[in-house]
């Protein structure tokens, strides 16, 4: 959220308030009818003071789509010359991909503050658009020292002076690899500009990338074997794409995406093609850094450029969608999912991520309809039934859960280590569609495949618990459970009530105390510590767990009842339990 001065806002408390109406500025961005958050009551306009605290309200709430709108309106009074409101409502823009408004507001910022770097970062991009190379440049210089700074300058200048110096600009990106976690990241601009030059010196710095990144991500492999194809090295190319796929065997992008740079006469085409690209490469790939650093309003900012740089760069529109749903914006992500076309290498992979974000939104009908058209259009890939029994098992509809994991697997064919968690979920729809033999077998071969999978272990053991069965083999499990996620309420619940079911109660009370105190507003655990206090001596103490599991409305079949039944009656000898 933006901080702002005691200047600014005592500024804005003395500005004439307006009437105060509702307004949803996200109508326009929003899908179809889907709807994500609520109105924000606001002001007209000119009112300064309504405005920045709707800005300050859609910030509370993620929202910072409307967030920048309401600053930017606050920010258009010429009198407002609090630069933390600039800049923040700037980088705002620049996430939101507005960069127009962003350009506005660029002069008055460099007039309060010339050092300001994202505004001098947006005119370097402009510059390149332009074809103004030395203009681009010239901006550069402007960015400051230090940190993200010494990187764009590094990156980006290299790419300005790339025509006009040839090979020796990549003399810049020097000092670049020999900063720590930065090795890969020199060695592939390195490499992406000598490739554009046509210098063969881009094999080594290709080569070099791959010996200091991890040679089995996409991005790396596409771009390294794309030069190998092209320079005649066929072999190392395939070999490079065996590696991927042989890591990655879930992979369905890398022959799109080979395909895509495929022409018609069959010649392979650069990833790079131009210094704009390039500069959009640079600027995407640094996104990337910056997104696995939790840096995500920056790194979308800088995804938005490599755009402006390069608009069919789908690459950047799929982590611009991916940060969205990071910050739940779900209807913002499947409005920039959608700009995605099609029939482009990411078209399946989108279409799969907008079903999810429909579903997060309660479209889950519509979800489903669309994932069992993409099953339809590829009856070889297992994804959209493993999410229609995701979303039906979050609706527990258990038995047409099941049925859906039944037909990704069936899709599958040979079950392998990275399955588990299909079994997993469909052995959980099984248990709670009362198929327990079925459910028995899957939550067996999960942990055949995965032998350390806590939640399986978990799930199975407490099932085992539940059904009076293999006790000393389900506290085995639980214990090694409990050793893996020492902080899984659940787990530690778990393991309480089987030494309940073993009778030993007081090993089971301070296994659930535990539990309620990692879990304190969940039923059931309430009550399984009710029971043990009870079986312990201590009846006035389970008379108040179980009022407190009553009170949090347990949702359970029956449970009410018996939580009712228990605080009228007490519990009946031992095992004879209700």
């Known amino acids: 959220m933006p901080y702002f001065s005691r200047r600014l806002l ?3 408390l003395a500005a004439p308030l307006g009437l105060a109406v509702p307004v949803s500025l996200a109508a326009a961005e929003v899908p179809d009818t889907v709807t994500e958050n609520p109105p924000i009551a606001t002001t007209p306009d000119g009112a300064l003071y309504g405005n920045y605290l709707a800005g300050v309200v859609a910030s509370h709430m993620g929202d910072y789509g409307r967030a920048a709108t309401f600053f930017s309106r606050v920010a258009q009074d010429r009198e407002i010359k609090d630069l933390d409101l600039l800049r923040n409502t700037f980088g705002l823009l620049l996430a939101e991909g507005r960069l127009e408004e962003a350009r506005g507001l660029s002069n008055r910022l460099l007039e309060l503050s010339p050092g300001e770097g994202l505004p001098h970062l947006l005119r370097a991009v402009d510059a390149l658009i332009a ?9 550069l210089r402007q960015l400051g020292d230090g940190g993200i700074a010494d990187l764009l300058t590094d990156m980006l200048g290299t790419w300005a002076a790339a025509d006009v110096a040839g090979s020796e600009a990549v003399k810049r990106l020097d000092g670049l690899a020999e900063r720590r976690g930065l090795a890969v990241l020199a060695h592939l601009q390195r490499a992406l500009v000598l490739d554009y030059l046509g210098d063969p010196a881009a094999g080594e710095a290709y080569e070099a990338a791959l010996e200091t990144g991890d040679p ?21 190319a395939e070999a490079l794409y065996g590696d991927y796929l042989g890591a990655n065997s879930e992979e369905i992008l890398l022959a799109p995406l080979r395909a895509e740079l495929t022409a018609d ?3 392979v085409q650069p990833v ?11 600027l995407f790939d640094l996104a990337g850094i910056l997104a696995r650093e939790r840096g995500g309003q920056l790194s979308m900012a800088y995804a ?15 982590l611009i969608g991916e940060l969205l749903q990071g910050q739940e914006r779900h209807a913002d992500s499947i409005a920039v999912y959608r700009t995605v076309p099609e029939d482009s290498a990411y078209g399946w992979v989108v279409a799969l991520r ?3 974000e429909l579903h997060e939104l309660e479209q889950t009908d ?7 058209a993409l099953a339809e259009v590829k009856p070889d890939r297992f994804e959209p039934w493993y999410r229609i029994g995701n979303f039906e098992r979050s609706r527990e509809n258990w038995e047409v859960a099941a049925e859906a994991y039944e037909e990704a697997i069936a899709r599958i064919g040979e079950i392998e280590e990275r399955h588990w968690a299909l079994l997993y979920f469909r052995g959980i729809a099984y248990e709670r569609s009362k198929q327990w033999p079925e459910a028995e077998a899957d939550f067996l071969k999960a942990l055949e495949l995965n032998p350390e999978q806590p939640y399986v272990l978990n799930y199975l053991a407490y099932s085992w618990v539940e059904h009076k069965m293999n006790l000393e083999q389900a506290e085995e499990m639980l214990i090694k459970a409990v050793e893996l996620r020492p902080e899984d309420g659940y787990i530690v619940d778990s393991l309480g009530w089987v030494y309940y079911r073993l009778g030993r109660y007081e090993e089971a009370v301070g296994q659930l105390e535990r539990a309620v105190e990692l879990r304190p507003m969940d039923p059931t655990i309430n009550d399984h510590l009710g029971d043990a206090y009870w079986r312990t001596g201590r009846a006035r103490e389970a008379q108040v767990q179980w009022q407190r599991a009553l009170s949090l409305n347990p949702t359970e079949e029956g449970q009410a009842d018996k939580i009712r039944q228990k605080l009228d009656e007490g519990m009946l000898p031992e095992g004879e339990d209700l």
């Open 10 to 12: 005592a500024l804005l």
């Open 131 to 139: 074809g103004d190379d030395a203009a681009a440049a010239g901006e």
């Open 216 to 236: 089995n991500t996409l991005r790396l492999t596409l771009l390294a074997g794309n030069y190998f194809e092209r320079a005649g090295q066929g072999e190392r």
């Open 265 to 267: 006469d069959g010649t």
């Open 272 to 282: 790079v093609g131009s210094l704009r690209e390039g500069a959009a490469a640079a």
């Open 304 to 318: 938005n450029l490599a755009l402006a740089l390069d608009p069919a760069f789908h690459a950047a529109r799929v």
């Open 354 to 356: 907008i079903a999810e």
């Open 366 to 372: 519509t979800a489903i309809s669309g994932l069992e």
